[in-house]
């Protein structure tokens, strides 16, 4: 079993539409906002109908950070390069230190 997000962005109502689709050996199936699960023939196209939620596209960021949160990951890719950053330069200077000391030579 498997799951695939689709967002479809609805520019009209300033809205993301969310679907929610799990594959299986029994095929792919929606779940709907209704709370159905309901079968979706792979060359369908996705009906607002069938939407897990929609949400604003201010909400999206907020939805993003706390999911990020709830799953152990950063909030925000800017944060995981300045994380990437810090390490970088905490190596360099334990790298510039052993070879100053004479532990390794470049």
Not at 6 to 24: F, Q
Not at 46 to 68: K, M, N, Q, Y
């Amino acid at each position: 079993m498997s799951f695939k997000v689709h967002i479809i962005d609805n520019w009209p109502g300033l809205t993301l539409d969310v679907y929610l689709a799990e594959t299986s050996a029994g095929g792919t199936y929606l779940h709907t906002h209704r709370g159905d699960i309901k079968p979706h023939p792979s060359n369908a196209t996705l009906d607002s109908e069938d939407r897990w939620f929609h949400l604003s596209h201010a909400a999206a960021p907020v939805l993003l950070a706390a999911l990020a949160r709830q799953l152990g990951a950063v909030e925000h890719p800017a944060q995981l390069r300045r994380d990437y950053e810090d390490e970088r330069r905490r190596v360099d200077r334990m790298i510039n230190h052993l070879i100053g000391e004479g532990h390794i030579h470049p």
